[in-house]
């Protein structure tokens, strides 16, 4: 089944670290999103891509990083920079007909 | 910019009964699109409806409804018969097209907590 995979469901960092999250999606969709979700809030963009080689940052991009090599993929690293990482992070893509997809999330903690 | 409202930070209704959650939105653009999603406690995001802008229908699906008001710029999700799967928090959402054309984002509001009461 088609379909957008996150990976790990469940991340710890240490203070100082910095960590990468996998979204990988097989649905032939040419944008990608990240966005972050805080408890009791609604999701806020933090980067999007509508095609290979190419994003753009969100409303929250500080202390976030990303990559798009493949049409496939659009991992994001939380770097130190960014101060209070601890959140749900949901990856989501989009067709142009059929609208948005979104993984199952990961969730981060820093310990 | 553009900027979803939700209201009601909570809502809680009787089984088998309807409710409406509230959205209302803001933006210049003529063109957009309106979405509801579905958040159970499991943290995946369900898609439940959509609206554009130019349709002069209400969306449908099934046991949910949109109240589209455009002159009041309004989105109300309605559920009708409702269930106990049905408790989860729910999003209403705004799809705009930016600079460039092809960019598409999705803004979202902060969300309803509905509860289902037997």
């Known amino acids: 089944d088609g379909g957008i995979t996150q990976s790990p469901k469940y991340l710890f960092r240490k203070e100082g670290q910095n960590v990468t999250l996998s979204c990988e999606q097989n649905l032939n969709h040419d944008a990608m999103y990240w966005y972050r979700q805080d408890p009791g809030q609604g999701l806020r963009l933090i980067y999007y891509?509508?095609?290979?080689?190419?994003?753009q940052k969100g409303d929250i991009a500080e202390g976030y990083s990303v990559s798009r090599e493949k049409k496939e993929s659009f991992p994001l690293t939380v770097t130190s920079a960014q101060k209070n990482p601890t959140a749900f992070y949901l990856c989501?893509?989009?067709?142009?007909?059929?609208?948005?997809?979104f993984g199952s999330g990961t969730r981060l903690t820093v310990v | 910019a553009q900027k979803i409202t939700q209201t009601q930070p909570g809502m809680f209704v009787q089984e088998k009964e309807a409710v409406t959650l509230d959205c209302t939105y803001d933006?210049?653009?003529?063109?957009?699109?309106l979405f509801w999603y579905k958040q159970p406690s499991s943290g995946e995001m369900i898609f439940l409806i959509y609206?554009?802008?130019?349709?002069?229908q209400n969306a449908t699906e099934g046991r949910y409804s949109l109240n589209f008001q455009k002159a009041r710029k309004s989105a109300n999700l309605v559920i009708s018969a409702s269930q106990l799967g049905d408790s989860a928090m729910y999003f209403c959402?705004?799809?705009?097209?930016?600079?460039?054309?092809?960019?598409?984002?999705?803004?979202f509001g902060k969300g309803t907590l509905l509860t289902v009461n037997p």
């Open positions: 933006t210049s653009d003529q063109s957009y699109g």
């Open positions: 609206q554009g802008s130019y349709d002069e």
């Open positions: 989501a893509s989009r067709h142009r007909r059929y609208g948005y997809t």
């Open positions: 891509s509508q095609i290979v080689n190419d994003f």
């Open positions: 959402a705004m799809s705009l097209r930016g600079s460039g054309g092809s960019n598409y984002k999705l803004t």
